[in-house]
C-alpha cells in the first residue's frame, strides 16, 4: 500500500546528550511539548521507557470546548543511535507511525521528527491535511525545545 510521509527538522544550539535526555522521556512529553492543546500527557499502561508501553494523551479540541485521547504506544527506543519510535491512534486520523531521531552535528543536534501514514487514494486532500496538522505540532515542539536546551 502507498504511505503519505513527512519530517520536520530542527537545529539545536545543545549537545545531543541533551536533548536525548529530554526527549527520550516517553512519558515526560509535557516538559517540552508546547501544542498548547495537551492537558495531560500519562503513562496508561507498561512501563515508562520499555518498548509496548503506552502513553495516554489528552487535548483539547478547538471546535466544542471538549477532549479527545490520543494513544500512542512506544516501539522502539534505541539510546545508541538517538532514534525513539511510536504509533499514534486519535480520533479522526488514520494510524500514525512516528520517529524522533537525533543526530549529532558538532555540538548541537538535528532533530529529524516524521512520520508515516497509509495513503487513502480516495481522499488525496487527506495527505495535505495530515501534514498541516502533524507537522504543525511538531515544528512547534521543536522551537519549544529549542527554547528549554539552548
Known amino acids: 500500500m502507498a504511505k503519505w510521509n513527512a519530517t520536520a527538522r530542527g537545529q539545536i544550539a545543545?549537545?545531543?546528550?541533551?536533548?536525548w535526555k529530554i526527549t527520550s522521556d516517553f512519558g515526560g512529553l509535557m516538559e517540552w511539548c508546547d501544542t498548547?492543546?495537551?492537558k495531560s500527557c500519562e503513562i496508561a499502561?507498561?512501563?515508562?521507557?520499555?518498548?509496548?508501553c503506552v502513553r495516554k494523551i489528552t487535548a483539547a479540541l478547538p471546535d466544542n470546548g471538549g477532549s479527545?485521547?490520543?494513544?500512542?504506544?512506544?516501539?522502539?527506543l534505541d539510546d545508541a543511535n538517538h532514534v525513539l519510535k511510536y504509533e499514534i491512534?486519535?480520533?479522526e486520523?488514520?494510524?500514525?507511525?512516528?520517529t524522533l531521531k537525533l543526530l549529532d552535528r558538532?555540538?548541537?543536534?538535528?532533530?529529524?521528527?516524521?512520520?508515516?501514514?497509509?495513503?487513502?487514494?480516495?481522499?488525496p486532500a487527506k495527505?495535505?491535511?495530515?501534514?498541516?496538522?502533524?507537522?504543525?505540532?511538531?515544528?512547534?515542539?521543536?522551537?519549544?525545545?529549542?527554547?528549554i536546551v539552548e
Open 106 to 123: 558538532d555540538g548541537s543536534t538535528e532533530i529529524e521528527w516524521g512520520y508515516e501514514v497509509d495513503a487513502d487514494p480516495a481522499d
Open 89 to 91: 491512534q486519535a480520533p
Open 14 to 19: 545543545a549537545p545531543i546528550d541533551k536533548v
Open 45 to 52: 499502561e507498561g512501563e515508562n521507557g520499555i518498548p509496548g
Open 36 to 38: 498548547g492543546a495537551m
Open 127 to 147: 495527505e495535505q491535511q495530515i501534514a498541516d496538522a502533524v507537522l504543525g505540532i511538531y515544528n512547534g515542539d521543536i522551537e519549544n525545545l529549542k527554547k
Open 93 to 98: 486520523m488514520p494510524l500514525l507511525h512516528a
Open 68 to 76: 479527545a485521547e490520543i494513544l500512542e504506544t512506544l516501539l522502539e
